[in-house]
Nanobody, 119 residues
Framework: EVQLVESGGGSVQAGGSLRLSCAVS????????VGWFRQAPGKEREGIVC???????TYYENFIEGRFTASSDGAKTAYLQISGLKPEDTAVYYC?????????????WGQGTQVTVSS
């Protein structure tokens, strides 16, 4: 059974950093793509990065600036490091099995982890 579980979110002040984790089961990050997404209140879901072959990262538009860094252990966990957090980064962050810039057509999602950034 394919499952994804995010963790690592929290409340931080602007300028801080967080490392989000996505623990997967039913597949490995080495064998299948994993995407990171976020959805802020009242806004559409945004694709952040696609991890493929465990070490090839494709950052989507708006996330190429370098504050977002994806990685994986090649097996069961994908990570998203966010530095220089801004209040506009406040959102629920999700990981999903497979990739799409807008998260369309993806069948397996984690429950999400809340990131709240205060100014």
């Amino acid at each position: 059974e394919v499952q994804l579980v995010e963790s690592g979110g929290g409340s931080v002040q602007a300028g801080g950093s967080l490392r989000l984790s996505c623990a997967v089961s039913g597949f490995t990050v080495d064998d299948y793509e994993v995407g990171w997404f976020r959805q802020a209140p009242g806004k559409e879901r945004e694709g952040i990065v696609c991890i493929s072959d465990s070490d090839r990262m494709t950052y989507y538009e708006n996330f190429i600036e370098g504050r977002f860094t994806a990685s994986s252990d090649g097996a069961k966990t994908a990570y998203l490091q966010i530095s220089g957090l801004k209040p506009e980064d406040t959102a629920v962050y999700y990981c999903a099995a497979d990739c799409d810039p807008h998260g369309l057509g993806l069948n397996y999602w984690g429950q999400g982890t809340q990131v709240t950034v205060s100014s």
